[in-house]
């Protein structure tokens, strides 16, 4: 195996990579008051396990985001409800932001 060393802007990810992802089944109680301390002190349901058990915690999140898997029929779906092409992957996503957004809104009334 080669024992080149990474370039610097590699070596944070590198360390990530070895990291391993710990799953832990729990009571829906106990799932529900971590997220739910989560979102009130701003952090992901990681980060607050992170927290609970006095592991460093990143100061800010590095890319603050919500995600869903979306599979090719669901992108079928989005885009005959949002008169595109299931091709139009970049586009549909701008239309389920501007969705998201409106319900949003639509909350803080």
Not at 39 to 64: C, E, F
């Amino acid at each position: 195996m080669s024992s080149r060393k990474l370039p610097q802007k590699w070596q944070s990810s590198a360390r990530a990579a070895k990291a391993v992802q710990v799953a832990f089944d729990m009571e829906e109680t106990l799932q529900y008051q971590i997220r739910r301390q989560a979102l009130d002190n701003g952090l992901s349901p990681s980060d607050q396990i992170r927290h609970i058990l006095t592991l460093p915690v990143a100061s800010k999140p590095k890319r603050p985001r919500l995600t869903v898997s979306l599979s090719p029929e669901d992108y079928a779906f989005l885009a005959e409800r949002y008169g595109l092409q299931p091709s139009q992957q970049l586009e549909i996503k701008h239309k389920v932001m501007d969705e998201l957004l409106s319900y949003s809104q639509s909350l803080d009334k």
